[in-house]
C-alpha cells in the first residue's frame, strides 16, 4: 500500500482480555519496529523484525506481550490478559532496509492503534 | 547510555515568529539525529535529519545544525504558520533498531 496501515485505530479492552493488533507496512519494506507510546511520552521500543526473522524483542515489558510477522509483511501484536497500564497508542514502523545496513534510521509511521483497558 | 533531551511544551507562538526548540543529546558515539512531527491526527513523520557532525538538516523551512561540541540538535524555523502547530520530536539514533525518542515538545501557532 502507499503508506503504514494499522488496524483497529482504537480498541476498548476490559481488563483480562486478549487484544490483537494488526500492522500492514509498506510493500517491500524490510524492516518493522513495534513502539508503545504513552500519553505525553515519546515511543518506547517494544520490538523488531527483519523480514520475518525477530531480531530484538528486548523492549517487549512482559511475557504477556508477542508480535508476530510469519510471511515478512504483515505483523500482529498480540497482548494477553491486558492491563490497564497496557493502555497506551502502539506504532508500527516499517523501513526499506534492514538495519545495520547503511540504513539512517529513517522510518514511515502507521497512525497507531489506541487502547485503552477498563 | 544513550539519551536525548528536549525542552518541554506546550509553546504556544503568534504566526510569523521565531521558533526554537532545543534538544540535545548523549551518545557513545557519532549517531544519526532526527526530528520527527506528528500533526494532529497523523501519524509520525520525519522532518529532517543530519548524519554526522556539522551537517544542516533542512526541511518546509525548518532546520537544525548536529552541532558536535555542544551536543545539540535544535530546531529552527524562521516565521512559523498555524500549519506548523504539531508535536515535535527529536531523536538519536544511537542504536539503529531501538532509537531514542525525547519526549516531544508540542507547539501551537495562533493567527
Known amino acids: 500500500g502507499a503508506g503504514v496501515s494499522q488496524s483497529p485505530r482504537y480498541k476498548v479492552a476490559k481488563r483480562g482480555q486478549d487484544v490483537a493488533l494488526r500492522c500492514d507496512p509498506i510493500?517491500?519494506?524490510?524492516?518493522l519496529f513495534w513502539y508503545q507510546q504513552a500519553l505525553g511520552q515519546g515511543p518506547e521500543f517494544l520490538t523488531y523484525?527483519?523480514?520475518?526473522?525477530?531480531?530484538?524483542k528486548s523492549g517487549l515489558p512482559s511475557d504477556r506481550f508477542f508480535a508476530e510477522r510469519p510471511e515478512g509483511s504483515v505483523s500482529t501484536l498480540k497482548i494477553q490478559r491486558t492491563q490497564q497500564e497496557d493502555s497506551a497508542v502502539y506504532l508500527c514502523?516499517?523501513?526499506?532496509?534492514?538495519?545495520?545496513?547503511?540504513?539512517?534510521?529513517?522510518?514511515?509511521f502507521g497512525e497507531g492503534s489506541r487502547l485503552t483497558v477498563l | 547510555g544513550d539519551s536525548v533531551t528536549q525542552m518541554e511544551g506546550p509553546v504556544t507562538l503568534s504566526e510569523e515568529a521565531f521558533l526554537t526548540i532545543n534538544c540535545t543529546y548523549t551518545?557513545?558515539?557519532?549517531?544519526?539525529l532526527f526530528w520527527y512531527v506528528q500533526y494532529p491526527g497523523e501519524g509520525l513523520q520525519l522532518l529532517l535529519k543530519a548524519t554526522k557532525a556539522d551537517d544542516k538538516g533542512s526541511n518546509k523551512g525548518f532546520e537544525a545544525t548536529y552541532r558536535k561540541e555542544t551536543t545539540s540538535f535544535h530546531l529552527e524555523k524562521g516565521s512559523v504558520q498555524v500549519s506548523d502547530s504539531a508535536v515535535y520530536f527529536c531523536?538519536?539514533?544511537?542504536?539503529?533498531?531501538?532509537?531514542?525518542w525525547g519526549l516531544g515538545t508540542s507547539l501551537a501557532v495562533n493567527p
Open positions: 514502523a516499517s523501513s526499506l532496509q534492514g538495519m545495520g545496513q547503511g540504513d539512517t534510521g529513517e522510518l514511515f
Open positions: 531523536v538519536n539514533a544511537g542504536n539503529n533498531r531501538k532509537l531514542i
Open positions: 510493500s517491500g519494506h524490510v524492516s
Open positions: 523484525f527483519q523480514n520475518e526473522a525477530q531480531l530484538d
Open positions: 551518545a557513545t558515539g557519532y549517531p544519526s
